[in-house]
């Protein structure tokens, strides 16, 4: 339970530093792939449109799944260690 | 300071500011009642819910430069600047995602707290002197703008203005503490956000946008007449690697400051501070959506209507005086002046709980709370009175750039936070070697003290990018490096992580008792991590 508890944080870190870092640096992509660059949204180009999105809903979606994901995971901690708590009282009695 | 901004009727401004000053004052006022222990000085009581938590968050983060700076530089370097701002919000949820929630659970008023348990009192003194450095620029900056708006708004020098505007502003949040702070950033950060939005949707109108229902991202219309007007304003105009440069400077960087991990701290709960991030994204997107729109629409009235801003700084005021009633450039200018204090009060903040909590920590191990809260209350003071007396004649050095300190912090203290608090085997020593080789080093190669040692050169260089992509992969690889050679020197053994040290780690994430030697003690990652960061420094060292 604890080697899972402990990957799982592991991978939650990583994962959502990923995402907040691709939400926040997108224009870079534009950069990396000018053949991107082209089109057009809302009547702005994409490469000025999409990084300003991403960077305001893209990265209140990824608080709002991160939060819930993060939450839940402390849940588990807490049961985690609450009975860990118990264990050891009962194997001190 | 020669204006091209003056309101018709000045004191419509006065009574604007005023009714904004009593209002800090009233919730100061309140929020001293409330105050009575350290919990309560520093943290709020560990009693912000997530909307004014999130409110509160944005408010901080966006300071005078949102309004002023940030819509200049837009006009000078166009969209690439957007970019930069842009990568800014992910900044409060990383430094919660990575220690903030972790620094919550261990009950932390400042980053600088944890610092002390896990690697003792001699980082904590290297580690706070970075801190207070860089919180007295930011101050410094905000202070400056402060006297500049006064200036603007009342027609008076700027020297009458800076003493009246400081002592008015250090007045209230000293009075205040975090609770002050705290209501008071969520109040401001209404105001800021009405002024920057409502009043573009009538200047939008007037230029002849469909848009102006919806400001921040709905002036597509007046694209075509601006690519006719400025054909390479959407130009992406620098390489990757000028892209790739923001993260070590401007995303590592705000992740230590002290004053954006206050507000995480003050949270009720470890699950409020995750729901205030979110509340924050929302609140920063539409405000900084409002500050592309200001920047777009001052180029497009520059290139439409042929007319010259000599000072960008003041465009947004520009825009609000030609085309809205001078109520609203009067209210506008009041958002201004929240967005500034919202950043003092806590920059101030910071410097308050850095030394009454930390240094007086260190130095006075045994004084009671009450007396360290005295401190921090006459630490508050001092910076505040600090920032005002060096913004009389500022050093060129300190007022350079706000944004430059950002790098600075990023090589001295964000690697001590993030390893410290995923990493068992961060020594003591490592730390304090690596945090203070490598900022003097960015400081040596930035063109601000040493123009003749320089990496990178113009713009990259001004604002640390470039000494950036050298000192921070360098100050995280020594770190590393030296933490592992270190820790099997027996001749070094008083500084590696003691057992003590090592379960704070553990108890910080969450694990309680339940301490495991093997776990956050891994060398494989680090070692590769280090590889990647002196790739990213060879890269950096590269001619600019």
């Known amino acids: 339970m604890k080697d899972k508890l402990y990957r799982k944080e592991m991978w939650i870190t990583v994962i959502f530093s990923v995402l907040l870092l691709l939400t926040g640096h997108s224009a870079s992509i534009f950069v990396l792939f000018p053949s991107l660059q082209t089109g057009t949204m809302w009547g702005f180009p994409t490469q000025y449109i999409v990084p300003i999105l991403l960077g305001w809903f893209g990265i209140a979606g990824v608080c709002l799944v991160m939060t819930l994901v993060c939450n839940k995971f402390d849940d588990e901690m807490e049961a985690f260690a609450e009975e860990n708590k118990k264990e050891k009282i009962i194997a001190k009695e | 300071m020669p204006s091209e901004y003056a309101l018709s009727n000045v004191w419509i401004g006065i009574g604007v500011v005023i009714v904004l000053f009593i209002i800090f004052y009233a919730v100061g006022y309140m929020a001293s009642r409330k105050t009575t222990s350290d919990e309560d000085f520093y943290a709020a009581g560990f009693s912000i819910g997530p909307v004014t938590n999130g409110l509160g968050m944005a408010a901080t983060w966006a300071s005078l430069a949102t309004f002023l700076g940030v819509i200049a530089l837009i006009l000078k370097l166009q969209v690439p600047f957007v970019y930069l701002w842009i990568q800014w919000a992910i900044s409060i949820p990383l430094l919660t995602l990575l220690y903030g929630t972790s620094l919550r659970r261990m ?26 450095l860089i919180m007295i620029m930011y101050a410094l900056g905000q202070m400056i703008g402060l006297g500049r ?29 975090m609770y002050g702070a705290s209501y008071n950033a969520a109040f401001q950060m209404i105001v800021m956000t009405i002024a920057m939005i409502v009043p573009m949707g009538a200047i939008m109108k007037a230029m002849g946008s469909s848009g102006w229902w919806f400001p921040p991202l709905a002036y597509g219309d007046m694209v075509p007449d601006m690519l006719q007007a400025i054909p390479t304003f959407f130009d992406m105009k620098y390489d990757f690697r000028w892209y790739f440069a923001l993260i070590p400077a401007f995303t590592l960087g705000p992740v230590a400051l002290p004053h954006l991990a206050m507000r995480v701290f003050t949270s009720s709960s470890v699950k409020s ?22 920047g777009f629409a001052g180029n497009y009235f520059t290139a439409s209507t042929g007319r010259v801003i000599a000072s960008p700084d003041q465009t947004l005021l520009i825009l609000n005086v030609f085309y809205n009633p001078t109520l609203v450039a009067a209210f506008v200018m009041g958002g201004a002046v929240a967005a500034g204090l919202s950043t003092i009060g806590g920059n101030l903040m910071a410097i308050a709980g850095l030394v009454g909590s930390d240094l007086m920590g260190v130095l006075a191990p045994d004084m009671d709370t009450k007396k360290k809260m005295k401190w921090g209350y006459a630490a508050l003071l001092i910076g505040g009175l600090t920032a005002i007396i060096l913004a009389f004649k500022p050093p060129k050095f300190l ?3 706000i944004l430059w300190a950002f790098g600075l912090l990023a090589t001295t203290a964000t690697p001590a936070i993030l390893l410290g608090v995923w990493w068992k085997e961060a020594n003591k020593l490592a730390l304090i070697v690596s945090s203070t080789f490598c900022g003097v080093l960015f400081i040596i190669i930035s063109p601000h003290v040493l123009p003749s040692i320089c990496v990178g050169k113009g713009l990259v260089a001004a604002l640390g990018m470039s000494g950036g992509m050298v000192t921070i992969p360098l100050s995280f690889a020594m770190f590393i490096i030296l933490s592992i050679v270190f820790n099997r020197v027996s001749a070094l053994s008083a500084y590696a992580p003691t057992l003590e040290d090592k379960m704070v780690i553990d108890r910080i994430h969450g694990w309680g008792d339940q301490y495991e030697e093997v776990r956050y003690s891994a060398i494989t990652v680090p070692i590769i991590v280090a590889i990647v960061c002196m790739a990213i420094f060879f890269w950096g060292l590269q001619p600019w």
């Open chain 2, 107 to 132: 009950k932390a008023f400042t980053p600088a707290t944890f610092i002390k348990a896990r690697y003792g009192n001699p980082s904590t003194i290297v580690i706070v002197c970075w801190m207070i």
């Open chain 2, 149 to 177: 708006a006064f200036e603007l708004l009342f027609g008076v020098p700027y020297n009458t203005a800076l003493v009246v505007a400081g002592l008015a502003t250090v007045g209230f949040i000293t009075i205040g503490g």
């Open chain 2, 273 to 294: 501070a995750r729901w205030a991030v979110v509340w924050f994204s929302m609140f920063l997107g539409l405000l900084f959506s409002g500050t592309y729109v200001v």
């Open chain 2, 399 to 401: 007022v350079t750039s």
